[in-house]
């Protein structure tokens, strides 16, 4: 993995020219999984992953990034924030800070931890979006049926697919407003009051059930500040 890494990083400078040269509005993608977006520098910290769209560089998103200050318009990251410790993440979001220019905008979406928690304190009365998260993570995660409880999804939650921590809305606004962040708006998935944004989130065609992805997630958009 290190090999690859640096045949990654001795790559990347040529193609983040040739997408900034191309496009007057630029857009930044931090984890971008396995579905790549035109238009946007798509980001991962393993470009492997990516089964469709156009290609896409190595990032950690724990380290410096690869950019001078004030260069993009826009930055999404989508079900990434929560695979990095907190120290990390709030690093993450400084560094989304200086390679955004003033005014630009960001859009986190991650699990909601306050939502995933409703579902052990309301296990008594779910709603049909809680029951189905349940059941989702029951059968295609722990593959047990019998496992639709609120202790096997909250503890899967936590653990699966590296995750690292859990945010709540007032805890990743703070690293937001600490990060040099402001006018944070939450929206539901795929809402945005700009166009741009509208229809970002993917993360639903990756666990094959929307109803789940919107409930559990939640999207912050903030600007930077001066």
């Keep these: 993995m290190a090999l690859r890494r640096t045949r990654w990083r001795a790559q990347r400078k040529r193609r983040i020219q040739r997408y900034l040269d191309s496009h007057e509005v ?8 396995q579905l790549a977006i035109e238009g946007w520098l798509n980001t991962d910290i393993d470009p492997r992953l990516r089964c469709a769209g156009p290609p896409v560089l190595f990032l ?17 990251s989508e079900h990434v924030i929560e695979h990095v ?14 390679v955004l220019r003033s005014g630009g905008r960001i859009r986190i979406a991650t ?23 349940l059941v989702w993570m029951a059968n295609e995660v722990l593959q047990d049926a019998s496992r639709a409880t609120a202790v096997f ?16 809305e007032e805890t990743l606004r703070g690293i ?8 944070i708006q939450r929206f539901g998935v795929g ?14 065609e990756i ?7 919107r409930f559990e997630t939640m999207c912050l958009e903030a600007v930077k500040v001066e």
Aim: net charge negative; charged share 30%.
């Design 26 to 33: 630029r857009k930044l993608e931090l984890g971008t999984g």
């Design 176 to 183: 937001l407003v600490e990060a040099g962040f402001g006018e």
């Design 111 to 133: 699990p909601d931890l306050a939502k995933l928690l409703s579902l052990y304190r309301d296990q008594a009365d779910l709603s049909s979006e809680q029951t189905a998260h």
């Design 60 to 76: 950690d998103a724990r380290r410096p990034f690869p950019f001078q200050d004030s260069t993009f318009d826009y930055i999404a």
């Design 191 to 204: 809402d945005s009051e700009d166009p741009v944004l509208i229809g970002r989130e993917r993360h639903g």
């Design 85 to 98: 410790p907190y120290d990390d993440a709030c690093f993450m979001l400084g560094e989304c800070a200086r």
């Design 153 to 168: 999804d909250l503890n899967t939650a936590m653990r699966e697919w590296g995750h690292q921590f859990l945010f709540d």
């Design 207 to 213: 666990a094959n059930n929307e109803v789940v992805n």
